[in-house]
C-alpha cells in the first residue's frame, strides 16, 4: 500500500490518497485536488499503476480534496469511480456544502474557487456503496462502513487485516482525534461506537500521519478524563 501524500492550494495543509495493490490491479482510496494531477499521476505511475490496471477509485467522501482528480483519472486510466449515494451530489452538483447543514456564506462562495472544482471535474459515480458492501470483487479484502458525521455520506474501508481508511472522520495532524470540522456531531460520536464495535487496528485518516486504534481511544479516554 503506497500512501500519497499531496499538498493543497494555498498551503492549507496535505490530503492523503491511499493505493493499495491487489495482485496485477490497484485500487485507489481518494484522489486529492485537482491542483496536484501531474504529481498525483506521477506517483501512480512510480507505483506501476497505468491505463487498465487502476480498477477502482474509492470515494471516502464528496470534498473537493477529495474527489479532485477522480473524473480525470476515470476519462484517462478507464476505471470507475465508487461512492456513497449521499455524497454524489457533491461531485455532480460540484457543490460540497450540498446536503450539508448551511455553513459559513463566505466559506462557501470561497471553497470552490480555492480548491478549482471546474465543470469537468464533476462526474457522477458508476458505483453506488454503503455499509456492509465489499471489495472482494476487485480482489481486496475490505468491507465498506458508514461513518457520518464529517459529512452525510462518509464511508471507511476496513480491510480483514483491521486496517481502516477513515476519510475526515478522525484526523492525525498532532495526535489522533475526531476531525475538527463536523457537519453533524452526533452522528460523528455514532460512527465512534460504530467502530468500537469493529476489529480496527491501524487508521488511516484523509489528513495527517497513520495512528493505532488503540492510541485514538486512549487519547479520548484521557480528554474525558481531563474534563472531569
Not at 11 to 23: A, H, M, R, S
Not at 54 to 76: E, S, W
Not at 145 to 159: A, Y
Not at 197 to 206: A, I, L, R
Request: aromatic share 8%; with cysteine.
Amino acid at each position: 500500500m503506497n500512501t500519497i501524500q499531496l499538498p493543497l492550494p494555498y498551503g492549507f495543509g496535505l490530503v492523503n490518497c491511499y493505493l493499495i495493490k491487489t495482485g496485477e490491479r490497484f485500487i485507489l482510496i481518494d484522489t486529492g485536488s485537482s491542483n496536484q494531477r501531474a504529481n498525483l499521476e506521477d506517483e501512480l505511475r512510480r507505483a506501476g499503476c497505468q491505463p487498465g490496471n487502476l480498477k477502482l477509485i474509492v470515494i471516502t467522501h464528496g470534498d473537493f480534496d477529495h474527489i479532485g482528480n477522480a473524473a480525470y483519472l476515470r476519462r484517462k486510466f478507464d476505471t470507475k469511480i465508487a461512492m456513497h449515494a449521499d455524497d454524489a451530489g457533491m461531485a455532480e452538483r460540484g457543490d460540497m456544502f450540498w446536503n450539508r447543514k448551511t455553513g459559513n456564506p463566505l466559506f462557501k462562495m470561497l471553497v470552490p474557487i480555492l480548491f478549482w472544482f471546474k465543470k469537468s471535474d464533476r462526474f457522477t459515480p458508476d458505483l453506488g456503496i454503503g455499509e456492509g458492501d465489499n471489495l472482494v470483487e476487485y480482489g481486496l479484502e475490505a468491507k465498506v462502513l458508514s461513518i457520518p458525521g464529517h459529512s452525510k455520506g462518509s464511508v471507511g474501508i476496513l480491510t480483514a487485516d483491521g486496517e481502516l481508511f477513515c476519510g475526515d472522520l478522525l484526523t492525525n495532524q498532532e495526535q489522533p482525534i475526531l476531525n475538527g470540522i463536523m457537519d453533524d456531531v452526533a452522528a460523528a460520536n455514532m460512527s465512534i461506537e460504530k467502530l468500537k464495535s469493529q476489529k480496527v487496528h491501524t487508521v488511516y485518516p484523509g489528513h495527517g500521519e497513520p495512528f493505532s486504534w488503540g492510541a485514538f481511544l486512549d487519547n479520548i479516554r484521557g480528554s474525558v478524563s481531563r474534563v472531569k
